[in-house]
């Protein structure tokens, strides 16, 4: 049965465009179908410095920026689907790209953050709200400045000495609302750095006092996101809007739709954890929400790949919990099947305990094998199943079935490349030269999977995204497919007699749980 709506202000998502994936006009135009038939009103277009600022040519230099113009388009297409279209910017930190450019060193402190107290900062921070007013017809603002951990310990350490971190965190935000406010913005800001600066970590799972320097010195025009990502229990949650409360400003909550670790979703993990926020955002009276998708490492994954946990949310949002309504309702929409759609998340769901086991499975060197120890565990190989299962969901799948095709062809490659490593240590080191010949022939069959892979991908971004940053995944695929073309000629060089032994696979392989970003998984190797 049809529950009674909440009332909230905005029920938006935010959508990254920052990590090299910058989404088409026309595919941000489906996107917002698609929020106004799920009864979304919001979306944030979350961009570090992929929009064009005058005057500054190398703001987002061969990022796929979006114009202007673009801008405007996008906006004016949103009001008419009754979408607010808010800009989502940073103002101190996440500038990874930007600081690439040498004429920006003036206004770097450290790593990605923007130096404090340098006019030249304000400046262009001055010239970004320029644009987005201009751009824009929302006046909320999302000003970013989380994540901010180098945040004085730079050149601002170089040239003003120690001081502690909460006054010039609260400084900055004190100037950047000041500039907001003069072109007509009310801003909001992800939380998470007033409790780690205070208490060394986000969540605090009991209730915290802010130091009096926090509650004193914040601005008047200031809103709070909180965002979380992580937790399974509405308490949680709940104790953690009560922290938030004590800072006596309006409250967004941000959860995530789990877009981010690798080439599939995990509709299944955002789908318990959504519910569970969204019991507590509707405890709590929480008037404003966004559901994130976030593109980390390359922005691997289809947005559109996340569809059921973004309905369910705004169902769960609406007070239906009731799982069999919400398939019903989203195949009503969709013409697709919502058990059909999470089978996207197959890739990397069979391995519970390893995040993006694809994506480790894909790009684990054939002959560093950093991952084998782990792969080696793993058991049973299921992607032949998943990528049949893909491949059927498919031919019915309609305007979604380059998704499928691509993680299907993924699958396949996986039926062999997963521990192919595992098998070619273990023929290497059992000195049987005919299981190394069984290897080689592999290889090539593992190639021609990855190259059909790459094809079925290049589909999928090209049908979302603007060409520019796939250049990355030209590097990355392009580079695992001469990485198996080395591997084949040192093994023929060894069984040839040309070499005395393979070097890499001498070596003792360890446990591995770093990271599942590409350069952890592929090389142990500098890559800057």
Not at 209 to 221: G, Q, R, Y
Not at 262 to 289: C, D, H, Y
Request: charged share 25%; proline share 3%; glycine share 6%.
């Amino acid at each position: 049965m049809l529950k009674e709506k909440t009332n909230f202000k905005r029920f938006g998502v935010m959508l990254d465009c920052s990590r090299n994936a910058v989404m088409k006009v026309e595919t941000v135009k489906r996107f917002i179908d698609h929020l106004q038939i799920m009864g979304y009103n919001a979306l944030e277009l979350y961009t570090e410095d992929t929009y064009e600022i005058k005057d500054e040519p190398r703001f987002g230099y061969l990022r796929g920026r979006y114009t202007g113009e673009e801008i405007k388009e996008i906006d004016a297409y949103a009001n008419s689907r009754g979408v607010e279209l808010i800009p989502c910017v940073q103002t101190l930190g996440h500038f990874s790209a930007l600081v690439k450019n040498a004429e920006f060193s003036d206004i770097v402190d450290s790593n990605d953050v923007l130096l404090v107290d340098e006019e030249k900062t304000y400046a262009l921070i001055e010239k970004i709200f320029a644009t987005l007013a201009e751009n824009f017809t929302s006046r909320a603002v999302n000003i970013g400045m989380d994540e901010t951990f180098a945040l004085g310990r730079g050149k601002f350490l170089d040239k003003h000495g120690y001081e502690n971190r909460f006054s010039i965190f609260l400084r900055h935000l004190q100037r950047v609302v000041q500039i907001a406010e003069q072109y007509g913005f009310t801003p909001h800001m992800w939380s998470d750095m007033f409790f780690r600066i205070a208490a060394g970590k986000y969540y605090v799972d009991e209730p915290f006092d802010f130091p009096e320097i926090v509650t004193s010195s914040l601005p008047e025009n200031i809103e709070l996101a909180y965002w979380d990502y992580d937790h399974y229990n509405a308490s949680e949650y709940d104790i953690m809007f009560n922290n938030h409360a004590r800072l006596n400003k309006p409250i967004w909550f941000a959860g995530g739709a789990w877009t981010w670790t690798g080439f599939a979703p995990l509709n299944k993990v955002a789908l318990k954890k959504t519910k569970a926020a969204m019991e507590s955002v509707r405890a709590k009276g929480i008037q404003n929400v966004l559901m994130t998708l976030w593109g980390d490492d390359g922005s691997e994954c289809s947005y559109f790949s996340a569809l059921p946990t973004l309905y369910a949310a705004r169902q769960y949002a609406n007070g239906n919990f009731d799982d069999e309504e919400i398939k019903r309702g989203f195949f009503n929409l969709f013409k697709v099947p919502f058990d059909d759609f999470v089978a996207l998340d197959l890739p990397d769901m069979e391995y519970a305990k390893q995040v993006a086991a694809s994506k480790v499975g894909l790009y684990n060197d054939p002959l560093l094998g950093i991952y084998d120890k782990n792969i080696e565990k793993w058991g049973k190989n299921p992607y032949g199943e998943h990528a049949k299962c893909l491949l059927a969901i498919a031919k019915s799948a309609g305007e979604y079935a380059y998704i499928f095709n691509s993680q299907a062809r993924l699958c396949e490659t996986l039926v062999q490349k997963l521990d192919f490593g595992v098998r070619l240590r273990k023929a290497y080191q059992s000195g049987e030269k005919s299981a190394l010949k069984s290897c080689l022939k592999e290889l090539s069959k593992i190639e021609k999977r990855v190259q059909a892979f790459y094809k079925a991908f290049y589909v999928l971004w090209h049908t979302e995204n603007k060409p520019h940053g796939w250049e990355v995944q030209d590097a990355r695929l392009g580079g695992l497919i001469q990485r198996l073309k080395t591997c084949k000629l040192r093994i023929k060089e060894y069984l040839q007699g040309k070499i005395g032994e393979i070097a890499e696979l001498e070596e003792e392989i360890l446990d591995y749980a770093d990271s599942v970003r590409y350069t952890y998984i592929a090389t142990r190797g500098v890559t800057e």
